[in-house]
């Protein structure tokens, strides 16, 4: 059964892990690169590494250090959910306080990478000349949501990928109660 520090492990955990990771764009920005897409994906260790600090916390709590499966999982998952929504929101203030910049940064160094003819005509060849045009057009509307919802629920997005690790981590964290038979 979940205990009285289910919800204070996920929020504070979830805290440190959204911070982190507009840590980890301020830092990759100050150097000079723009932090979003493939920049952006270490960022996934720190998600990881206060995942496994929340269930290890959370366990600590817990009577004689047990910790079932699905506990492990909901506050894994949760803590990922609440530092995805945080650093998701940071982004997206960020992006639309700098007026764009960063974000149409992007647009000219995607699409300019996208234009180029080995890569144009992989595109082409695999998907189409109409897939490949729809493709830039998307790319040229991009806004800070788009960025904000794809830092949750895209592709590369922090809960998709958190699923498998959430399973992994409250596999390796399980622990049962240990029943003693009388004699």
Not at 99 to 105: D, Q, R
Not at 120 to 140: P, T
Not at 157 to 171: E, Q
Request: some cysteine.
């Amino acid at each position: 059964m979940f205990n009285k520090s289910f919800t204070k492990t996920i929020i504070i955990y979830g805290i440190i892990a959204g911070l982190l990771t507009l840590a980890y764009c301020f830092v990759i920005k100050s150097i000079g690169q723009i932090p979003l897409d493939g920049k952006k994906a270490p960022s996934l260790l720190f998600s990881i590494v206060v995942m496994i600090f929340a269930v290890k916390n959370y366990r600590k709590d817990n009577p004689d250090n047990t910790l079932h499966f699905w506990e492990g999982f909901a506050v894994a998952n949760l803590t990922n959910i609440v530092g995805a929504c945080i650093s998701a929101l940071g982004l997206y203030f960020w992006l639309s306080a700098t007026g764009n910049t960063i974000l149409a940064e992007y647009i000219e160094q995607t699409t300019a990478m996208l234009k180029m003819p080995k890569v144009r005509n992989g595109y082409i060849q695999e998907m189409g000349v109409a897939s490949f045009n729809s493709i830039l057009e998307a790319f040229k509307i991009l806004s800070p949501k788009d960025i904000a919802i794809d830092e949750i629920i895209g592709l590369k997005g922090k809960v998709p990928l958190g699923i498998l690790v959430s399973i992994i981590i409250s596999l390796f964290f399980r622990r049962q109660y240990q029943y003693v038979k009388k004699p």
